[in-house]
């Protein structure tokens, strides 16, 4: 049976999982979540999502939610094709876990508020929050800084092969450029480790929206 992706097509998060599955070469069925009827807060929605959120994936009846898990999950299942994705080694693992991290704890916080502010919010006819903005964009920059220390001596943040680390990061870097916010091309390490990992086939292939593959 098909996998089966339950999600909006242009959402951060959604593409993060479809970039995953196109580095696992996992065809995949995309079923769009009907945002004008307010699907995803149905009960039928929410018996598979609680949170009311997107994405997730049906494997043959395996439900499972949160972008980042089923990142993991596709990677670990089909670790025999597609680009590695999660080392095997101890110290690699480490390393890697490290890497991870760093994305959900120092770039994540501030970099989702800033996009919310000045692109959810526009959408919506809302007026972004500008001090807010200044005040997530100074701290994403600090933190940055840091990003180009360890992208200065390694390829990639968990040393010199792509892993889920980096992956994890596209949806949110290319949402700074949407928000108006160029922090990373004056970082050259950060500069240099965006349009590589940016270029990568499977992310280009669902920058402007998700397609089913299968």
């Given at each position: 049976m098909v996998l089966k992706l339950h999600a909006f097509p242009l959402?951060?998060?959604?593409?993060?999982?479809?970039?995953v599955l196109i580095e696992k070469q996992v065809p995949f069925?995309?079923?769009?979540?009907?945002?004008?009827?307010?699907?995803?807060?149905?009960?039928?929605?929410?018996?598979?999502?609680?949170?009311g959120q997107a994405p997730y994936i049906d494997d043959d009846g395996f439900i499972l939610f949160e972008s980042r898990a089923i990142s993991?999950?596709?990677?670990t299942k089909y670790a025999n094709q597609g680009t590695k994705?999660?080392?095997?080694?101890?110290?690699?693992?480490?390393?890697?876990e490290q890497a991870a991290s760093i994305e959900v704890t120092n770039f994540d916080?501030?970099?989702?508020?800033?996009?919310?502010?000045?692109?959810?919010?526009?959408?919506f006819g809302l007026t972004p929050d500008k001090d807010l903005v200044e005040q997530q964009v100074k701290k994403l920059d600090a933190k940055l800084d840091a990003y180009d220390v360890i992208l200065?001596?390694?390829?990639?943040?968990?040393?010199?092969?792509?892993?889920?680390?980096?992956?994890?990061?596209?949806?949110?870097?290319?949402?700074?450029?949407?928000?108006?916010?160029?922090i990373v091309d004056n970082k050259p390490n950060v500069a240099r480790w965006y349009k590589?990992?940016?270029?990568r086939p499977s992310w280009v292939s669902v920058a402007n929206g998700i397609t089913s593959t299968a």
């Amino acid at each position: 049976m098909v996998l089966k992706l339950h999600a909006f097509p242009l959402s951060t998060n959604s593409r993060r999982v479809a970039a995953v599955l196109i580095e696992k070469q996992v065809p995949f069925e995309l079923v769009v979540i009907d945002r004008a009827v307010n699907e995803h807060k149905s009960a039928d929605y929410l018996k598979k999502q609680p949170f009311g959120q997107a994405p997730y994936i049906d494997d043959d009846g395996f439900i499972l939610f949160e972008s980042r898990a089923i990142s993991r999950y596709i990677a670990t299942k089909y670790a025999n094709q597609g680009t590695k994705l999660i080392p095997t080694d101890l110290k690699e693992i480490a390393l890697f876990e490290q890497a991870a991290s760093i994305e959900v704890t120092n770039f994540d916080p501030s970099v989702t508020v800033i996009f919310w502010e000045n692109v959810v919010k526009l959408r919506f006819g809302l007026t972004p929050d500008k001090d807010l903005v200044e005040q997530q964009v100074k701290k994403l920059d600090a933190k940055l800084d840091a990003y180009d220390v360890i992208l200065g001596q390694q390829k990639y943040l968990a040393g010199d092969e792509f892993t889920l680390a980096d992956l994890f990061h596209l949806p949110y870097l290319l949402g700074l450029y949407q928000a108006g916010v160029n922090i990373v091309d004056n970082k050259p390490n950060v500069a240099r480790w965006y349009k590589d990992i940016s270029s990568r086939p499977s992310w280009v292939s669902v920058a402007n929206g998700i397609t089913s593959t299968a």
